[in-house]
């Protein structure tokens, strides 16, 4: 296929380091003048420019210049970038833990600059729970109106337990009112236990109001076939961690997010103004498995699990690399 020649994308000039991929030892400076064969290259979504310098023959430069207009990485490279405009990092404003918690609720507000705000799914976060052991770690995150997910392995024996029945859990609404939830039941999957799974389902002991929002999901086979790692092209994934921040994975944006007690946390696909579920941080993604773990536990408390399912989003329309 012919590509049509471009100009390079603004990020590629101003953050060369991110998207510019030296094939072999450099030598002397790119400043350089020199005259050079340009060629058009792609690793599935992404178009490179692909530059021989006749100071150094032997070496190939690559540089991002677009993805493919019809690709979901195209779709979410334009959309994060309508998004990062002197926004922040920080999901939060205010998140802290009264003397007296988790007897009393914690003193929450959304950052209303944050990278992630006004985006449907944001109130699926939970900002702590009474089981989280170190502020925000192990959070958990709503994926329907009655279930909250969170990573399996060290939360215990494998399999379904009330050992947290009663435990707080905490949501905020777009308006700063912390609404707060009680465990009624849970299920626990890890390597360890034997499963082929990392996570933790539990059950609340009401639904969630309509104010907050659970999170789609995407099949994580899906996901890896439409939205490919192309890098050293951009490849934005909004990562939350235990310190109340959201990673995007671009400079400037990005924060740790592999600490301890970070697992669970979500990794969430930015897509069309939506923060959708794909996995947690080291552990599994939304699986048939886990919708039937989903309706044990509402059967188990006399709900319909019809009513509380995972909601998958579509993105088949979008190609395959």
């Known amino acids: 296929m012919r590509l049509k020649k471009r ?36 690793n599935g979504p992404a178009v490179f420019r692909l530059e021989v310098r006749d100071q150094n023959p032997g070496f190939t430069w690559r540089f991002f210049d677009h993805f493919l207009p019809q690709s979901l990485n195209h779709l979410v490279w334009t959309n994060v970038l309508a998004l ?18 988790p007897a009393k609720p914690p003193m929450v ?68 009112a912390v609404i707060q939830m009680t465990v009624k039941g849970a299920v626990v999957r890890s390597i360890v236990g034997g499963a082929n799974a990392d996570y933790t ?55 740790n997010t592999w600490k301890g ?10 897509f069309r103004y939506e923060l959708v579920f794909v996995n947690g941080r080291s552990t599994s993604c939304a699986s048939p498995q886990m919708q039937k773990d989903m309706n044990i536990l509402c059967r188990a408390e006399g709900l319909n699990p019809d009513k509380y399912q995972l909601q998958w989003i579509d993105i088949s329309n979008y190609p395959a690399f």
């Not at 994308?9 to 064969?37: H, K, R």
């Not at 405009?85 to 833990?97: L, M």
């Not at 996901?223 to 092209?233: E, I, L, S």
Request: contains cysteine.
């Open 261 to 270: 007690g970070d697992s669970g946390a979500p990794n969430m696909l930015p």
């Open 109 to 176: 507000a959304w950052n209303t600059n944050s990278l992630i705000w006004g985006m449907r799914g944001m109130t699926a976060l939970s900002p702590c729970w009474e089981d989280e052991g170190g502020n925000g770690q192990a959070p958990i995150t709503a994926l329907t109106k009655r279930h909250g997910y969170t990573r399996g392995h060290g939360m215990g024996a494998d399999g379904f337990t009330k050992a947290r029945n009663g435990k707080k859990i905490w949501f905020v609404t777009t308006d700063n």
């Open 84 to 101: 990062t405009n002197a926004r922040s990092p920080n999901v939060w404003s205010v998140r802290t833990h009264p003397p007296a918690w």
């Open 7 to 42: 100009f390079v994308s603004v990020w590629a000039l101003v953050l060369p380091g991110l998207f510019a991929e030296l094939m072999g030892m450099a030598q002397g400076s790119e400043s350089t003048p020199t005259n050079s064969s340009i060629s058009w290259g792609t």
């Open 201 to 255: 389902i539990v059950l609340f002991s009401k639904d969630l109001p309509d104010s907050i929002k659970p999170m789609r999901v995407v099949a994580f086979k899906d996901f890896n076939t439409k939205y490919p790692d192309p890098r050293p092209a951009p490849w934005p994934l909004f990562e939350t961690e235990q310190g109340g921040n959201v990673s995007t994975g671009l400079p400037g944006l990005s924060v």
